[in-house]
């Protein structure tokens, strides 16, 4: 037997649980945007090459990418919501899954404008007018941008651990009825 058949393999160091937690958040947020991201792409290319060109409608391109954005926040939102951040969305009341849409609408309306951004950028600033400029405007460098925006957002401020709000205690272990016992100090004996 050799040397190298002899020597045992060294032990990993166990992976911390946050960075687990974190890896699987970033692989289920990837996977759901992947969903989102084909809605986006496959809705503005329809809409720029037809109803929406720009021959026809000068705002055709910013319209298509309004429309197919929206359609997308749509479908990431019922994806993280129900797989990538299960845990710790909010849960009971209908004012808190409302409060939990509406924050998830603001930060991806702010990271669907850094895409948006990118397009008026590359469309209107820098004259790159063709449709391939639109999608490697707003589908390759402004979402990169908006995706690393909007993952940090969703996780510290939409479904983070310290927003989850905890159903309210009962009212007797929030107000306890003070009564004395018969035979106790405090208690009337005559």
Do not use: E, N
């Given at each position: 037997m050799s040397e190298i058949d002899t020597v045992s393999p060294v032990p990993r160091a166990p992976v911390p649980r946050r960075l687990r937690v974190l890896a699987s958040q970033a692989t289920s947020f990837l996977l759901v945007g992947g969903i989102g991201l084909v809605i986006d792409v496959v809705v503005f290319n329809t809409l720029r090459t037809t109803v929406l060109s720009p021959h026809d409608v000068h705002s055709g391109p910013i319209i298509a990418k309004v429309i197919s954005t929206t359609l997308a926040i749509a479908a990431n939102w019922i994806g993280n919501r129900y797989w990538t951040f299960r845990a710790e969305r909010?849960?009971?009341?209908?004012?808190?899954v409302v409060r939990e849409a509406v924050e998830f609408g603001a930060v991806s309306v702010a990271g669907s404008l850094i895409a948006l951004g990118c397009l008026w950028i590359s469309h209107y600033a820098l004259g790159y007018t063709s449709l391939l400029a639109d999608n490697v405007a707003t589908n390759v460098l402004g979402l990169a941008l908006g995706t690393a925006f909007r993952f940090a957002l969703y996780r510290w401020w939409v479904f983070g651990t310290?927003?989850?709000?905890?159903?309210?205690?009962?009212?007797?272990?929030?107000?306890?009825?003070?009564?004395?016992?018969?035979g106790r100090a405090g208690a009337d004996v005559s």
């Open positions: 909010r849960r009971g009341s209908r004012s808190q310290r927003r989850i709000v905890l159903p309210p205690a009962p009212a007797d272990v929030l107000h306890p009825q003070v009564t004395s016992a018969p």
